[in-house]
C-alpha cells in the first residue's frame, strides 16, 4: 500500500513539474523575426541622439546600446562617402558579439559611411555594402530619402557623441496627392 501512493505521489509531482514548464520557451538564442517597415518609428536622427544620450549613462568614450531603435528618418542625401572610421567599426564588432552573436554579419557589409543632412546638420552613417550601388544608381545629391536605420552605441570624441547608426534600407519619400 504504501508503494502504492508513493508511485501516485511521484508520478503526481512528475505531471505537476513538466505541465507548466511544457509551454514555456526554453533558454538560450531563438530564431529573430526580420524587421519590416512597421518596425521603423518616424524620428529624426536628433531625436535618436538625444534618447542614445540619455540611456548612455556611462562615463567613457564607447558605448554599446542593447535596444536598436528601430527608426525611419527623412534625410537629404550629399552624395559624399567615406570609409566607415575605426571607432566605429569596435562599436560594431563589440555590439554584434554582446547581441547578435555573428559579429560578421554586422561588421563586413558595413565598411562605407555616406554623408547625409537634417535640418542643416551633417551625419556620417555606415550603410550596408549591397546598398552603396543602389544610392549610386537611385539617387542625386541633393534628393530627399527615407531610410530605416537602427542603432547600435556611439563613440564619444572631445567631449560630443556620435552614434553608430546602420542605414538597412532606404526609399524615397512617396507624393501624397490631394
Not at 534628393?143 to 536605420?149: H, I, N, T
Amino acid at each position: 500500500m504504501k508503494s502504492m501512493v508513493l508511485q501516485f505521489i511521484l508520478i503526481l509531482a512528475c505531471a505537476l513539474y513538466a505541465g507548466p514548464s511544457y509551454g514555456q520557451d526554453l533558454p538560450g538564442p531563438r530564431p529573430k523575426r526580420a524587421r519590416t517597415a512597421e518596425d521603423y518609428q518616424p524620428r529624426t536622427l536628433k531625436e535618436i541622439g538625444v534618447a542614445s544620450k540619455a540611456e548612455s549613462s556611462r562615463g567613457g568614450a564607447e558605448v554599446v546600446l542593447g535596444d536598436i531603435f528601430p527608426s525611419r528618418v527623412r534625410v537629404t542625401y550629399r552624395g559624399s562617402a567615406r570609409s566607415l572610421p575605426k571607432s566605429k567599426k569596435d562599436v560594431i564588432y563589440s555590439w554584434a558579439q554582446r547581441y547578435a552573436g555573428a559579429p560578421e554579419h554586422y561588421t563586413k557589409p558595413y565598411g562605407t559611411e555616406l554623408l547625409f543632412n537634417e535640418d542643416g546638420r551633417e551625419y556620417w552613417l555606415a550603410v550596408n555594402k549591397e546598398l552603396l550601388q543602389q544610392f549610386k544608381a537611385e539617387l542625386k545629391k541633393g534628393e530627399s530619402l527615407d531610410l530605416y536605420v537602427i542603432r547600435l552605441g556611439g563613440i564619444r570624441t572631445k567631449g560630443k557623441w556620435e552614434w553608430v547608426l546602420l542605414v538597412e534600407k532606404f526609399a524615397k519619400p512617396r507624393i501624397v496627392s490631394h
